[in-house]
């Protein structure tokens, strides 16, 4: 569901006309609706109620502050990785003891942050880190409530760079090597078994690897719940969103018309898990990051030039790779579509961006709205994984992010001063001109 549409011929964020922001603000530019993430959350939410979980949002999806404050307003918990997003969730508002920590590569420094600000639990990813984190709570003389990320082997059907719960990824410990570690660690007094984790990958359209993925692990919670106390299971993020192209708009239509089409709805991923974890009697902790964003953001853009190359036909825009890699790292799928609709006439065409990789398109030979020269596009559920991602590549500042709430529109990230994307630059003390 988004809040996103045509509203005549001009496309529309709730009530404010996209193209208004994109004179104002400058393209590139994200554009997020506030009550997109809303109702996604509350759906979620309201689906789940019999077990009641803590909905920890996943902030590595989109992290920027005026977001995380929508859900920590909401109620939510977060799932980070990184001293930087636990400091990002406080800056917010959030608070650290509804925060998990996961991760494969935590340092000492981020883990004393994270025991100082009192966050709820590490999710574990290793022996060798829980050594460490042992080491560190008795240096600060306390205790570090853990769970292990369980590695459940089980194959989530998604694209290679985000599948994460098989033995071929890098993520959490292996299933069978689980009960050995909880009874080692068992005996130090700096570490407490706080609960059990997984997350086998993101953007499942179906619930049927989750399902598979608890029905694997529930013994293994109970069986440690009897043993050690643990109080949560975590079943991670992964619910999968619609990128093809839009359904109907209206929230109740959107979702009927979701279910008709087997999209993985709250809905639909409820009816599969409630049945296999209230029974557990443990708190449920939930991870989703793409669910919560992924449709309620749109990357603006403008024209530069239309290309016509032999038979091909190139729109050329300012957004690019540095702003949106999903196109070029995951061959993903982003709905495009002009904010005026002007043209009937089709043409197909690559839209590609201005950097000077091959791989830097977001489409490629498909039909679209003939456009000209400084007309507006927009890519459509660009909220997940779109702006953080962001890069500098070839000098080119971070895009502006803006919020919409009914008419009103704010400015949530400024487009990043050219100056500054050299700022932390210095020359060498050796060379002509360099400060002494
Ligand atoms: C541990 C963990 N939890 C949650 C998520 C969020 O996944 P998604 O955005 O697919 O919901 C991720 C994504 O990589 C993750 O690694």
């Known amino acids: 569901m988004h809040d996103f549409g045509y509203r005549g011929a001009r496309f529309g964020c709730e009530g404010v006309a996209v193209e208004t922001l994109a004179r104002r603000f400058g393209t590139p530019l994200y554009v997020y609706s506030r009550h997109t993430l809303e109702h996604h959350f509350t759906r979620l939410r309201a689906a789940l109620a019999p077990l009641d979980p803590l909905i920890c949002y996943a902030l590595k999806a989109n992290s920027n502050l005026a977001v995380l404050r929508t859900f920590a307003e909401l109620g939510a918990g977060f ?37 100082r600000q009192g966050i709820y639990c590490f999710n574990v990813e290793s022996e060798p880190e829980l050594e460490r984190l042992a080491r560190v709570a008795a240096d600060l003389g306390t205790v570090a409530p853990v769970a292990v990320r369980v590695n459940p082997n089980v194959d989530a059907h998604t694209h290679a760079k985000i599948t994460t719960g098989t033995y071929a990824n890098k993520f959490g410990i292996p299933f069978e090597a689980v009960p050995a570690v909880y009874a080692r660690a068992a005996r130090s007094k700096h570490l407490r078994w706080r609960g059990l984790q997984m997350h086998i990958g993101s953007q499942l359209t179906t619930a049927a690897p989750f399902a598979a993925a608890v029905r694997k692990v529930a013994p293994l919670a109970r ?65 989703p990051g793409r669910f919560l964003v992924g449709n309620a953001g749109i990357l603006v853009t403008r024209v530069e030039y239309v290309k016509r190359a032999g038979r091909k036909t190139f729109v050329i825009v300012d957004a690019a790779m540095n ?95 050219l100056a500054r994307v050299w700022a932390g630059e210095r020359l060498a003390s050796w060379q002509r001109g360099a400060a002494r």
């Not at 990785?81 to 508002?93: D, P, Q, T, W």
């Not at 018309?257 to 296999?276: F, I, K, N, Q, W």
């Not at 839209?351 to 927009?378: H, K, M, N, T």
């Open 223 to 287: 069986a440690l719940a009897e043993r050690y106390g643990i109080e949560f299971l975590s079943i991670g993020g992964g619910i999968g969103i619609v990128y093809q192209p839009a359904l109907a708009s209206g929230s109740a239509r959107w979702w009927r018309s979701a279910a008709s089409r087997g999209v993985l709805t709250p809905a639909r991923y409820a009816e599969a898990l409630v049945p296999l974890l209230k029974p557990l009697g443990l708190r449920v902790l939930l991870e």
């Open 323 to 417: 702003d949106l890699i999903r196109p070029a790292f995951y061959d993903a799928y982003h709905e495009i579509v002009p904010l005026r609709k002007a043209s009937a006439r089709r043409v197909r065409c690559d839209v590609v961006g201005p950097i000077c990789e091959s791989g830097d398109y977001f489409c490629q030979g498909r039909l679209l709205p003939e456009v000209r020269q400084g007309d507006y596009l927009a890519l459509l559920s660009a909220g997940a994984y779109g702006a953080v991602m962001g890069s500098n590549y070839n000098s080119r500042p971070l895009a502006a992010e803006v919020l919409v709430a009914g008419r009103q529109a704010a400015l949530v990230r400024v487009r990043q001063p």
């Open 79 to 115: 799932d980070l990785v990184s001293e930087g997003e636990l400091r990002r969730v406080r800056a917010a508002g959030g608070e650290a003891g509804r925060c998990v920590f996961a991760g494969v590569g935590k340092t000492e420094a981020e883990m004393r942050f994270a025991l």
